[in-house]
């Protein structure tokens, strides 16, 4: 069957079981834009390609599924730079198709030229030039397999104007077909390592299991949930894992790091194992690296063996799938002696579409009944400091003179939607509040810009969540400053018919920044301040063909809520007008240790 | 002052990367992006076409070799990594230069290229242009000792380097493989060039 190359491409991408692609046409793409007006695939098409790029990220983070956008050569391709490098430290699996001048043309700067695969090279895990149109399916399916085998991350596929009109002859490519010599995943981890992180798991008086990204990459949060029930260690989420384990499970300690609540964070510092699993020892988690966690014995699982030894030395490393290496595990220590568990093992990996019911029944789980009472010391130290330093807030009414507080907005928003609700934030304040106040008892329900901080992420990415699981209700929590980065994605969501709603915390300021400038520049505020009324948002959202709706006292959240989440034919914008003032607690300054943590002044004693 | 032959904090990686478009690209913009130095760099076609061989010597101090190692080995078109210590391989380089020689120094210059077991090739009026192939560190000698003369130009190659062969017979031979090796060498063997080096210097 001859094909072109154009032809060939979609061809490929229906064959990968896409059925979704965001993107934006333009010269160079033009070929490939044609067969796709006879194509099973769904496309979206964006306003801004950056907004295609995080599109297709939220819906790889809900389906695990790589998302795929297309744009064109030029600025098309720089524009969705973002996306790919965002995806690259997120480890989130991404397809991108960009178009690309004649090959004639390229390296003379011809029209709308640019060297994408140049440009991309040190933010994608690969990327692919075709040169000729016979190569195109073998590029595509080395492409998703790169993309999606392994540590996760983004691909690129750059596609000259002459090679996508070239005709080639069709064949479907096998598995031998992939040319990818240097490229071996691997999977298992080395028995011997596992055996020895099993004996530490059993000698730990102070353990702690801090888990990372990779645990929900792997599809492993029931693997990890039956570990930490079974062992009785407690268990850190990072800003990556939230979901990966209950919130509500007693042996959830939260998410440690610089807004990190006191007990994850403190507990990391005085443990004497970690079993750091899918995470990468962040410097955001680990705040000064020589101060961090002093006295622990490190086990280190990961899938990409260069992020073993990269920040802190492990005692026991271990290159491997954290699902597999963490039933390994389980069976090692059940060879140690280890009961075997009552309940029956739950089956698969966790697939988002089986998020486990019952962390509700969980949390009612006496302490007592689960094992290893040997950690009753560690258990009783954990539940002190909880007592101790709960996350709080100002909840008096006073408190909410200058505004609403967000932590409130969160807590009501939280408890008036279902369970399983995704969360889709932006960076800033907003988010760390996002992720402090709400309760995050499935996987795969919280989307967010971890490793390279992307403001404009959220409404793109709770628009790709959206679309790749539209049974869900998808709330976007947003800055007001993030919001005016990527909002015009809301006019694809209303043209496309995709109901997200967007919480706008609109504290008027470059919140985060701001904080930093109060606290570490003696309130020297410099270029920070927005204005909370321009633009006016709930003009903005109607503009886009969304429902807005503006909040300015407390007895009105609950409400706007209800109304916004009865909205399921077009998207809603909530304008919530918060303190301007308020700031993120707990908080290890930058370059200090952990255990200099600055809690909320409400529960400093004397200075600190 | 030797610039690198001797020194310690220098490895040699031989790394097998895919015979494609862009590779050395890929693998620089690994280096540089990730603040590793690289003290020389020699690209070569590998006796299968659909591979090259980039023979790296990288300062082991701007970055720790295990994670220069996984970092470069993620990169998908890298096949392989030989990881050699000084101590364990067997290096050599290629220095071409044009040195001064005029009537009375010529006689000298050919002396001292003769010692290092070098070439002439080629001979102008009062300069001559000099091949000399040995171990990085008797490149190094030779240079401090042509340099009184003058030297007009020099270009070096960057090195390649094999494994040293282990010679007892109870032992395995030290092969290439696929993976980095562990640091150390075998200790009781000996490199025929090295001590030439000691009897210039
Ligand atoms: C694209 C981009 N530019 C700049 C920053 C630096 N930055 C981090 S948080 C922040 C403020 C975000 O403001 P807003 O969206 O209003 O959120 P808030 O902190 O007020 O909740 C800025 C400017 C960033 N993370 N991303
Ligand atoms: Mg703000």
Known sequence: MRLTGAQALIKSLEMQGVEVMFGLPGGAILPVYDPIIDSSIRHVLVRHEQGAGHMAEGYAHVTGRPGVAMVTSGPGATNIVTPLADAYMDSIPLVVVTGQVATSLIGTDGFQESDITGITMGITKHNWLVTDAADIPRVVAEAFHVATTGRPGPVLVDLPKDVANAEMEWYSPGPDDLDLPGYRPVLEGDPAAVKKAAELVLAAERPVIYAGGGVLKARGADALRELAERTGVPVVTTLMARGAFPDSHPLCLGMPGMHGNYTAVTAMQRADLLLALGSRFDDRVTGRVDAFAPDATVVHVDIDPAELNKIRRADVAIAGDCRIVTEALLAALEALGLPHSASTRAPGGGSPADAPAGAEALAGTPAAALPRSRLAPWRAQLSEWQERHPLVYDRSPEGSANGLKPQFVLETLRDATPDDTIVVSGVGQHQMFASQWWRFDHPYTWVNSGGLGTMGFAVPASIGAKVGRPDRMVWAVDGDGCFQMTAQELVTASAERIPVKVAILNNAYLGMVRQWQEMFYEERYSEVYLSPDLPDYVRWAEAMGCVGLRVESPDEVGPAIDKANDVDDRPVVIDFRTDAFEKVFPMVPAGASNDDIVVDPAQQEGGR | ?201
């Open chain 2, 1 to 201: 002052m030797p610039a690198f032959g001797t020194d310690k904090r220098h490895h040699t990686l031989t790394v097998l990367v895919e015979n494609k478009a862009g590779v050395l690209a890929r693998v620089a913009g690994l280096f540089s992006r990730r603040g590793y130095n690289i003290y020389s760099l020699a690209v070569a076609p590998s006796d299968d076409v659909r591979f090259s061989r980039i023979t790296i010597v990288v300062d082991v101090e701007s970055a720790p070799l295990e994670q220069v190692v996984k970092q470069l080995d993620k990169l998908v078109p890298v096949v392989s990594i030989t990881e050699l210590d000084p101590a364990s391989a067997r290096e050599r380089e290629l220095l071409l230069a044009t040195i001064e020689a005029g009537e009375s120094e010529r006689g000298q210059v050919i002396q001292l290229v003769n010692v290092f077991e070098g070439k002439i090739v080629d001979v102008g009026t009062d300069r001559l242009t000099v091949m000399v192939a040995g171990a990085p560190t008797k490149l190094d000698d030779f240079e401090d000792l042509v340099r009184g003369y003058g030297i007009v130009e020099l270009q070096r190659t960057g090195r390649v380097a094999l494994p040293k062969l282990v010679r007892s017979a109870a032992r395995t031979p030290a092969s290439l493989s696929d993976r980095p090796r562990a640091f150390g060498g075998s200790d009781h063997d000996h490199d025929p060039d090295s001590t030439e080096t000691e009897k210039a210097g």
